[in-house]
């Protein structure tokens, strides 16, 4: 199956063309690699220019970590914190499509509604309304797959076939927002580095990335700074640069569509490469 088409807002990117490179930008005190640093507002938009600046084709913002153990916070509270920022950047960047990074259906309407064209769901749409803000707004979507939930998914997550059963709730995912009405070429899914899988799962499903493009959507990944580079490594977040570089090539190369990342200059570059080569003679 070829490369796919996604649809972002009047745009449709062409996934045959390059690879997509989306700046994280978590706006939580929380987050398991840069918690705190981008609260204040303009702090996050100069952050976010910078991400720009640097490469990023898609800015990803969050107001709610997600890191393994966090704490769920309320729809107020996330939407205090990403609102006025997502509202800023849609006007200094108008070509830059801004993801929601939310679980809730509430913040992705508001969101939305502020400038945001994406929402990335790391649930995969779990909240019954979700699906329908999506389409109401004909917004883009990735529907990411999670063993349990962020506060317990990494006590003892098991898989007898970790890329089967990623491949199946994806095919599920995607059926299901298909029926709900949204457009085929809005969906994208990722396959959730790191979210309810140990080591060997993440290594197994990165190894075997390859396996989702079948299903015919952009195959989103992101393995920026996680767990899995430190134990290998064995270094703390900040200097797990040169380990997420070697992770997104492999997955580029294998056919990953959208890296999603906290550095996003020297991945930006190393995709650069990656891309050139890999679609060499094609």
């Known amino acids: 199956m070829g490369d796919p088409i996604w649809r972002i807002g009047e745009r449709a990117f062409d996934c045959s063309k390059r690879t997509l490179v989306m700046g994280i930008l978590n706006v939580t005190p929380d987050s398991f690699s840069d918690g705190g640093r981008f609260l204040d507002r303009a702090t996050a938009v100069t952050h976010a220019t910078r991400l720009v600046d640097d490469g990023a084709d ?132 990722d396959p959730g580095i790191g979210f309810g899988k140990d080591l060997d799962h993440n290594l197994e499903l990165m190894h075997g990335v390859d396996a989702l493009l079948d299903l015919g959507r952009p195959v989103v990944v992101g393995p920026s700074r996680k767990q899995f580079i430190g134990t290998i490594l064995d270094l703390p977040e900040e200097e797990r640069v040169e380990g997420t570089v070697g992770a997104v090539v492999w997955m580029v190369v294998r056919g990953a569509h959208v890296v999603r990342v906290h550095d996003v200059r020297e991945v930006a570059r190393a995709v650069r490469v990656s891309d050139a080569i890999a679609r060499a003679g094609a």
């Open 58 to 189: 898609i800015l990803d913002i969050g107001g709610e970590s997600t890191r393994p153990g966090s704490t769920p916070v309320s729809a107020d509270e996330e939407l205090e914190r990403v609102h006025p920022v997502i509202e800023r950047l849609a006007e200094l960047h108008p070509g830059v499509p801004v993801s929601i990074d939310t679980r809730k259906a509430d913040v992705a309407a508001e969101a939305l509604d502020a400038g945001a064209t994406i929402v990335n769901d790391v649930s995969g749409g779990a909240d019954p309304a979700m699906f329908d803000v999506v389409r109401d707004r004909g917004a883009a979507v990735v529907l990411m797959h999670m063993q349990g939930d962020p506060g317990t998914m990494q006590r003892a997550p098991h898989y007898d076939d970790v890329v089967g059963e990623v491949h199946e709730y994806l095919r599920q995912r995607i059926e299901a927002a298909e029926l709900a009405g949204i457009d085929a070429e809005r969906i994208a899914i």
